[in-house]
């Protein structure tokens, strides 16, 4: 019976080592179904946001450590390439603001997602993403120089060439570099979802109070110059999304809040249900050898 149990012990160990995912330091997910804004927006009528819903919708984000990359891992509920993107994505338009030292900028690097950030946690770095480019900026690197709308300029002030983006499914991985962003694990983080509009104010698409080809609907009441850009982000579970993004009024934006970024993974790996299932069936297995062995032992002792 000793042995068995040391095998056993043995089994668990190796499943929960394999099962780890090397290198996570952050996971979370997002309630699927939620790409809305404050829950009163309708897709852009187009053709190229078939099937108009999921392409906004955020629904899982981690963070990956390598020894010299960070990779941010952001999961939709659908990623289509209408317009042949260069990373494969044409659609979402990620704005990624962290909060990792003293100091920083409580307000938006440059507005177009119509929202307010929280004064208790200003940005230090911002990673923003379409599916042409990455770009890093400081608080301080905006300038009537280069506050401007380009859709695909390498040059721009920014753009970080030697990042890796890829598409898997309904997955987009974006590998950078540490020098651009700093640390991570402890800090705060915005993570905001929008429509990439090449033509749009900082990138953003456009929220209307009439239905359109290339404008997002806001059936709710209030005026819409002050409705949010923003149709998906990550919160904690202690905020409503819509509750959040409706909070605006005829002379402010809504205020959204950060999430923290804490080692919130088991480094041993986490129990799936499929893991306990083999964990159960090679027990079993492990049982019935042993007690097949036994009975055979007792059968010949007793001849």
Partial sequence: MKTLILALLFVICFTCYAGAEDGVIYSTTDPAGDDYGPGTYEYPENKVFKPY????????????????????????????????SKFGFSLPLLELYIDNEAGGEDSLFQEGANIRLDHDHPWNKLIKISGWWVRVFSPGDLSEEND???????????????????VIDNRIN???????????????????VGSFDPFGLDHFRDVNSDSSDWAFYFKG????????????????????????????????????YPIRVVNNTNKMGVFSVNTLFYIAFIFLIMVIVFMNKNTSFSHTKNR
């Fill in 53 to 84: 819903q999921g392409l906004f919708d955020i629904t899982g984000f981690k963070i990956k450590e390598e020894d010299e990359n960070y990779i941010f891992i952001f999961d939709f509920g659908k990623i289509t390439d209408p317009w042949d």
């Fill in 148 to 166: 401007k709308f380009l859709f695909e300029a390498d040059d721009f002030p920014g753009t970080i060439d030697d990042c890796d983006v890829e």
């Fill in 174 to 192: 974006v590998r950078i570099n540490k020098k651009y962003i700093g640390p991570v694990s402890g800090s705060y983080i915005y993570l905001m």
């Fill in 221 to 256: 009441d209030g005026n819409p110059d002050f409705a949010p850009r923003v149709i998906d982000l990550l919160l904690s579970s202690r905020y409503d999304q819509k509750e959040i993004l409706a909070n605006f009024d005829e002379e402010n934006y809504c205020q959204i």
